[in-house]
């Protein structure tokens, strides 16, 4: 804990996965892919199935679960997906009010911050708008940004480059093995958020969720 909080107080740089990190939304989007596959007239979503591909880029997650149902319809499943997230997070904000302060408190410390997500720009920014955090999506990386998704560093590389911090002065917050993965091979410091990386070695620190890890650094 004393290392987490040494390490993001010498920290000039912070990046953020967005699905189940800074967003505390990984239900929300298993409904999501579930009521878009029933809405196209395919099979639900076996238990497990998602938490098994959680940490890829959408567009990939999309795939996967079509293919397994031989269909190809990646856009119609796409749209479905947008607008069924969309409509879940306009009932209950998925960025909490202590992340928003955890967030306001490193800007202000002077930190860089952005966002290296494996989902679609819009709906990262519908959440960030509905938390009053607008202009974090202003540097960050979004699917659209990248030829890869995570596990490959890509996206984090470009964040380090659009937010201007070396590699080393960066740490790196993710819920998924896949992002971890991404973290390590672009050679940045990763705090690990969530159920699916408490058993996960070499992270700098493991909170249940985000808000944890907002108080341990807050208070
Ligand atoms: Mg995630």
């Known amino acids: 804990m004393d290392l987490f909080i040494q390490e993001l107080r010498r920290a000039e740089g912070i ?7 800074l967003s505390d939304d990984e239900r929300i989007l298993e409904e999501a892919y579930g009521t878009a596959l029933v809405d196209m007239g395919l099979e639900g979503l076996a238990p497990g199935e998602y938490d098994s591909l959680v940490g890829l880029s959408d567009p990939d997650i999309a ?4 293919l397994e149902r ?3 319809d990646i856009d119609e499943m796409i749209q479905r997906l947008s607008s069924a997230y969309a409509s879940a997070i306009e009932q209950r904000p998925t960025i909490s009010s202590l992340t ?10 002077g930190k860089e911050l952005a966002i290296v997500t494996g989902t679609f720009r819009q709906l990262m920014q519908r959440g960030l708008d509905a938390a009053g955090l607008s202009e974090l999506g ?30 080393e ?5 993710e819920d998924s093995r896949a992002g971890v993965e991404a973290l390590r091979a672009a050679g940045i410091q990763a705090v690990g958020i969530g159920p699916h990386l408490r058993n996960e070695d070499g992270l700098l620190a493991h909170f249940e969720t985000m808000d944890h890890a907002a108080q341990a650094y807050t208070h």
């Open 15 to 21: 990046l953020f996965d967005y699905n189940g990190t």
């Open 63 to 66: 795939e996967r679960i079509l």
């Open 70 to 72: 031989g269909s190809r």
């Open 100 to 109: 928003v302060q955890f967030v306001q408190r490193l800007r202000f410390e």
């Open 138 to 167: 202003n540097r960050s990386v979004a699917i659209e940004d990248v030829k890869a998704g995570k596990p490959d560093p890509e996206g984090f590389l470009l964040g380090a480059r659009k937010i201007g911090v070396e590699l």
């Open 169 to 173: 002065k960066i740490v790196g917050f």
